[in-house]
């Protein structure tokens, strides 16, 4: 059975610090996405990684991916209030003859303190 | 550009009775899923369409739920009857091809609770 596990599972961090979700998945996948869900909310995509040693950065969220080791990072650098949201990986499986669909990991609740 | 729509946004049932949720996806998109989110976990894929045909629904319980895509535009999911456990938000998400790359849209959800 797929798994896909995130840690931690909540964080609360200060503001100006920098932390590190990590996301670890079962199975062979070379495609690999990060969302973000605000309370309420639907989800946001923030990155796509496509391919072994993918990264992608935006403002003070940076991915990457990493498909020999089945893990994928989210580093938040210097966090502010704003970035406060619960974030998901989430995986598609390659699975020759498959539908291609996307499993989601547990997700990391993010708290930044001012 | 207009994003998934998706209604109603909250419903209150009791158990054992039905219920409905709509969804319209972004125009063009071939591919629509439904997915449920039950509090503190991740998204589960329940459904996903190509156009108007089923290419996945091995974790739909299809004693109680189904979902149409008609006309391969917009897509209904139906709880028949529905038990304590389906209360979730409800999520539909359309992309232009499944996931090969291309970002795939989040509607807003519809957020069940079953008394």
């Known amino acids: 059975e797929l798994k896909v596990e995130q840690n931690p599972l909540f964080l609360s961090m200060q503001e100006g610090k920098n932390y590190t979700i990590y ?9 690999l996405y990060w969302y973000r869900q605000d309370p309420g909310k639907s989800l946001e995509s923030l990155f796509v990684l496509l391919s072994n040693g993918a990264v992608k950065q935006e403002g003070r969220l940076m991915a990457s991916l990493d498909t020999k080791a089945r893990l994928s990072t989210l580093h938040i650098t210097a966090a502010v209030h704003d970035l406060s ?8 499986p390659r699975k020759p003859g498959a539908t291609n669909k996307l499993i989601f990991g547990t997700g990391t609740l993010l708290a930044v303190q001012p | 550009e207009a994003g998934v729509a998706q209604s109603p946004r909250y419903k209150i049932i009791e158990k054992r009775q039905s219920v409905a949720f709509w969804c319209n996806p972004i125009s063009g998109h071939a ?11 991740g998204p589960k894929l329940l459904i996903q369409f190509q156009n108007n045909g089923v290419v996945d ?34 999520l539909c998400a359309s992309s232009l091809e499944p996931w090969t790359g291309v970002k795939a849209f989040f509607g807003q959800g519809t957020r069940l609770t079953v008394v």
């Open chain 1, 23 to 31: 996301c670890n998945y079962s199975t062979t996948s070379d495609r």
């Open chain 1, 85 to 92: 949201a619960t974030y998901f990986c989430a995986v598609v």
């Open chain 2, 31 to 41: 591919t629509l899923y439904w997915y449920q989110q039950i509090l503190g976990q």
């Open chain 2, 57 to 90: 629904d091995s974790q739909l319980p299809k004693d109680r739920f189904s979902a149409e895509r008609l006309k391969g535009v917009d897509s209904t999911l139906k709880i028949q009857p529905a038990k304590l456990e389906d209360s979730a938000v409800y």
